[in-house]
């Protein structure tokens, strides 16, 4: 092994530890943050959006110490996955489960934001706490039954512990990794977001004048405000963290059964590790993005 092979999968090994803790420390305050925020306020609780953004930062969580804990003490060379089957399963069904609840969860959140700004009544109707309950229901159900495969299809294999079946890794990368990391975080959140914000601008003006803050703003055009760079943060995010993974996933199946060498193994792992950790980012940051974008949260957390 060269020196420069050398040096490359020590980097990949000190982005981990120290990057990938600074990301579960970063993530894990932050959504024990918005667990506290979104189930501290009355109002917070008998809101659709706020209940599944809830729900998101309880999976994120969950995700973080499934999947970021374990890759962090895995480059210090303790690694269970490859040494327990069961254990093996268990860690990747969970970590596809969690991921996929939390991403689902906050699509839900841009879905309930766009019924309620809608003007027809029957629309905003299906924003009740009453049918988020089974939203929620049916979203942590499915959410265990799709990912039920892992269970079967991941084992240990030459001292790794993965997929065994070639068609569950096409599933993955072709299918489950289109869904969870571009059309789910990505592709619907910003058609739900331009229709919420459509529907906001045209919406009319209520007999009531609105009262007015700073600037001649009005508080109604504030909320709209906040709605918007909210996101619009959380789509770049999405889009920034998520889709490099994505495109990893499928060339990392696609070369599969490629002959590589030493050199090339440690560029690709390098390269894996960069982007497992801004997928990483996507579960972390959601507080902050939060936080920013919106003075109510900011208010809250001060007081």
């Known amino acids: 092994m060269s ?16 990057v990938g803790l600074f990301v ?26 706020t209940v599944f953004l809830l729900y998101a930062s309880v999976y994120d969580l969950l995700y973080l110490f499934n999947a970021v804990l374990p890759r962090i003490l895995t480059a210090f060379n303790i690694a269970p996955t490859t ?14 489960q969690f991921s996929l609840a939390a991403i689902t969860f906050v699509l839900l959140a841009a ?6 700004s809608c003007r027809n009544a029957r ?12 939203s929620i229901f049916i979203t942590v159900i499915s959410c265990m039954v799709t990912q039920a495969p892992a269970l079967i299809y991941y084992d240990i294999l030459n001292n ?42 045209q919406r009319t003006a209520p007999v009531v004048r609105a009262i007015t803050v700073q600037h001649g703003i009005s508080i109604r055009q504030r909320i709209e405000n906040q709605l918007t760079t909210m996101l619009l943060l959380q789509i770049c995010a999405a889009t920034l963290f998520s889709a490099p993974y994505a495109a990893q996933l499928i060339y990392s199946n696609i070369t599969m059964y490629v002959a590589k060498d030493l050199l090339r193994m440690a560029q ?3 390269f894996d590790t960069i ?6 980012l996507n579960n972390a940051c959601r507080f902050y993005i939060y936080f920013i974008s919106s003075r109510e949260i900011r208010k809250i957390f001060i007081h």
């Open 3 to 18: 020196a420069f092979t050398t040096l490359l999968n020590e980097i990949s090994r000190q982005l981990t530890i120290y």
């Open 24 to 49: 579960f420390i970063f993530g894990t305050v932050g959504s024990l943050l918005n667990i506290y925020i979104f189930s501290s306020k009355k109002s917070f609780r008998s809101n659709s959006c």
């Open 83 to 96: 040494t327990s089957r069961v254990y093996c399963k268990l860690k990747f069904y969970f970590t596809l």
């Open 111 to 116: 879905v309930s934001r766009w019924l309620c």
């Open 123 to 134: 629309y905003r109707e299906w924003s009740k706490i009453k049918n988020i309950r089974l």
């Open 160 to 201: 790794k512990c993965g997929s065994i079946s070639t068609a569950f890794s096409f599933y993955v990368s072709y299918f489950l990794s289109f869904i969870q990391f571009a059309v789910l975080p990505i592709i619907l959140p910003v058609y739900f977001g331009v229709r919420t914000y459509k529907n906001l601008r």
């Open 268 to 270: 690709e792992n390098l």
């Open 275 to 280: 982007v497992r950790l801004l997928l990483y």
